[in-house]
């Protein structure tokens, strides 16, 4: 009769114990949304459809923007980050991008749209930092990895 008492109590302490973990370990890092397209001929050749940046930040590996743009409800826009492939040697290094902006949609309606750009492919062997001029931004922007 004491063996089942036994296995009863370690199982229920077995319970116990599992139910006691942190939550930290659940903690997953939320990947950015698209990846930034290195590519010269298409840098040199894209055309961009109108837009208003509203805001840009960098956090983590992430460049998270806010534009406005006028249409019907910016559900079909398209929105690509190009690199032009080309690195200039300064310190910090600088990279050279660009938004292409495609707006389909024929209204006169202003809508607001967050997105966000996954900056990593951008890194460079042996620097923590790279500056980041972005055609029509108001300032490069400091890339820190």
Partial sequence: MKTPKLLLSFFCFMLLFMNTQCD???EVQ????Q????????????ESGF???ISAEIEDNCLNINISASGC???TWSMVLVDSGAVAESSPEQRFLKFVFTNQEVCLAVFTQERSFDLSTLQIDGSHE???NIED????LTYTY
């Avoid at 990846?35 to 894209?46: I, L, P």
């Avoid at 931004?137 to 490069?140: K, L, S, T, V």
């Fill in 24 to 26: 930290d370990d659940d």
């Fill in 30 to 33: 939320e990947p950015c949304g």
């Fill in 35 to 46: 990846m930034v397209v290195v590519d010269s001929g298409f840098y040199d050749s894209a």
């Fill in 51 to 53: 837009y208003d940046l």
């Fill in 73 to 75: 409800d910016g559900s």
């Fill in 130 to 132: 790279i500056i980041l």
């Fill in 137 to 140: 931004f108001p300032e490069p």
